[in-house]
């Protein structure tokens, strides 16, 4: 099993419904993880840090689920901005090498 | 401009020749991270250094590749006989180690625009 999973997607919405993307994680003993966006052709951003008591960012909230191994990325009221790649980050087996999932595509349609 | 920067942005190469790399991180950042993505996949963890120390290397990585970064700033990346398959995009990112130091937080890593290599 990855480290770390997500599904590629894509996901294909419509201006202002609420999506939502999981990521799951192999190493339970983890305690940092990232959402970053990717626009195409650029380099990753960092969208969202993911705290134990979750965080949230205007239309943006972040979760972490540690008893089922899953971080969630939820963006309420789509924008076509939003349309990018997802990508979650968590630590490697304990270590401070973090681990990029694949990346979750959206695209937000008028 | 105070971000990572990375040089050259784009590279092409004939199999078989030497590609070097460069990076220049964000000055107060001690931690320096290498990695490749392909089309639809995650960046691909490389390497990375705190300060001039390399700390750890993927077992993905052949003796090709060989990094540095002798002063703990601006880091080299080499790729010795490129093959068809190092065609990539090269990113790197620094990050502070400290916990929470003037907004930043454990891990959080800043990127460069990335080198893309094509190897013919």
């Known amino acids: 099993r990855k480290e770390v999973e997500q599904d590629p997607g894509p996901f294909n919405v419509p201006e202002g419904a609420t999506v939502a993307f999981n990521c799951t994680y192999s190493n339970s003993a983890s305690q940092s993880f990232f959402w970053y966006r990717q626009d195409c052709r650029k380099e990753p951003k960092l969208l969202m840090s993911?705290?134990?008591s979750g965080n949230e960012d205007g239309r943006f909230t972040a979760q972490l689920n540690r008893a089922s191994q899953y971080i969630s990325l939820l963006i309420r009221d789509s924008k076509l901005s939003d349309s990018a790649t997802y990508l979650c980050?968590?630590?490697?087996?304990?270590?401070?090498?973090?681990?990029f999932g694949r990346g979750t595509s959206l695209i937000v349609h008028p | 401009d105070t971000g990572v920067s990375q040089n050259p942005r784009h590279k092409i190469t004939k199999r078989g020749q030497n590609v070097t790399f460069r990076c220049d991180p964000i000055s107060e950042h001690n931690r320096l991270y290498w990695y490749r993505q392909t089309l639809g996949q995650g960046p691909e963890f490389l390497t990375y250094?705190?300060?001039?120390?390399?700390?750890?290397k993927s077992r993905l990585l052949s003796d090709r590749f060989s990094a540095e970064r002798p002063k703990g700033s601006f880091s080299t990346l080499e790729i010795q006989r490129t093959e068809q398959g190092d065609s990539a995009m090269y990113l790197c990112?620094?990050?502070?180690?400290?916990?929470?130091?003037?907004?930043?937080?454990?891990?959080?890593?800043?990127f460069g625009p990335g080198t893309r290599l094509t190897v013919l």
């Open positions: 980050v968590g630590p490697r087996g304990g270590s401070y090498i973090p681990t």
């Open positions: 990112a620094s990050s502070p180690t400290t916990g929470t130091s003037g907004g930043f937080s454990y891990n959080e890593q800043f």
């Open positions: 250094f705190q300060n001039e120390a390399q700390l750890e």
């Open positions: 993911v705290y134990s």
